[in-house]
């Protein structure tokens, strides 16, 4: 039987791309909470692991769950309080949004820019509160698809030992493979997750402490909003830039002040993600920065705000799994970041 061509071989390559990526788009209420599932399970295993040698498993799984749920809602309600706080602070100082605004259009006529015909009828004070309250909307059902999350990782814990007991059992090349995979994925997934929560949360406080020393108000507010964006590389920043700096405007009045707010956050954020973030990270998670920009957009186009902080972490598991199969470690090699050495 002859090969098929080489030009028809990329098209239903790519047709088969276009039809997963539009299933997976489909059906996000399905997949998206069991893709979540198995991030958690990978990050938290090794807990319950540790338990059981020394507590009964039933207690193990139940700490284990404990501790997941605390910090799934934990930073649920960290992002609930901090744009639930600037929503309302927004929606209350309505009418000083919409002067600021008419002083911005007047400026503008003044010098002969012609914005109004443009953008007056695109924006107005209700058009940012419409947009704040389906921000709080959109924020409300995040606590259904956390508890969809943990039935899954409940389902998927009391299933990893005897997965992994049957796949050593078959001492086939694939399942071998595989299972040597997932403890790689596994120990990469927690890696990537410390470094970056570190990072985080460093980042989220010299945003606190910058925005209070500049008389910003709500400086809490814009440090948490700044510790849970900084899990979504390069746009989490650039939004958690952007906010404050739209609100200085506001606040004082003046764009000079703004963009002081900007250029120091922009530091702030550059030095963290840019700096201290690779040389934690160090080599054994380096991947191509143009990669994981495009793991954000395309998770993001999937699945929204889920799917661009789940991006990043999928690349890594599916480089890492193609590492383990030989005709695949040259796209994974590629695709690394890392230089080559003789």
Request: hydrophobic letters at 60%; glycine letters at 8%; one cysteine or more.
């Amino acid at each position: 039987m002859s090969a098929l061509p080489r030009p028809l071989i990329v098209l239903l390559s790519l047709t088969c791309v276009v039809i997963l990526a539009a299933g997976l788009s489909a059906a996000q209420a399905v997949i998206a909470p069991i893709v979540f599932a198995f991030f958690a399970i990978a990050l938290v295993w090794p807990l319950q692991g540790a338990l059981q040698k020394r507590i009964p498993a039933v207690a193990a799984l139940l700490v284990t769950m404990l501790v997941t749920l605390v910090t799934l809602l934990g930073l649920a309600w960290l992002v609930a309080w901090a744009f639930g706080r600037v929503g309302s602070h927004i929606v209350s100082n309505a009418a000083q949004l919409q002067a600021f605004y008419a002083a911005q259009l007047a400026w503008a006529e003044a010098r002969g820019i012609d914005v109004a015909g443009t953008i007056a009828a695109q924006f107005d004070a209700r058009w940012l509160v419409r947009l704040a309250q389906g921000v709080l909307a959109q924020l409300r059902g995040t606590l259904s698809f956390i508890l969809l999350t943990l039935v899954f990782v409940l389902l998927g814990l009391l299933e990893v030992g005897a997965v992994r007991s049957q796949m050593l059992i078959l001492r086939h090349n694939t399942p071998t493979a595989l299972l040597r995979a997932a403890e790689r994925i596994g120990a990469k997934l927690r890696a990537y997750m410390l470094v970056r929560t570190l990072v985080s949360v460093a980042t989220g406080l010299v945003v606190w402490a910058f925005a209070a020393i500049m008389g910003l108000e709500l400086a809490a507010e814009w440090g948490a909003i700044a510790l849970v964006l900084n899990y979504i590389p390069f746009l989490g920043p650039l939004v958690a830039t952007l906010f404050p700096t739209l609100f200085a405007a506001l606040q004082f009045g003046s764009w000079g002040s703004a963009l002081m707010v900007f250029a120091g956050m922009q530091v702030m954020q550059f030095l963290g993600g840019s700096y201290i973030e690779p040389r934690l990270a160090g080599r054994n998670l380096a991947v191509s920065p143009f990669l994981v920009l495009a793991s954000v957009f395309i998770g993001g186009f999937l699945w929204g705000v889920p799917g661009a902080f789940i991006g990043p972490p999928a690349l890594i598991a599916t480089l890492t799994l193609c590492e383990e199969f030989l005709a695949a470690r040259p796209f994974a090699a590629l695709l690394s970041g890392k230089e080559a050495r003789d």
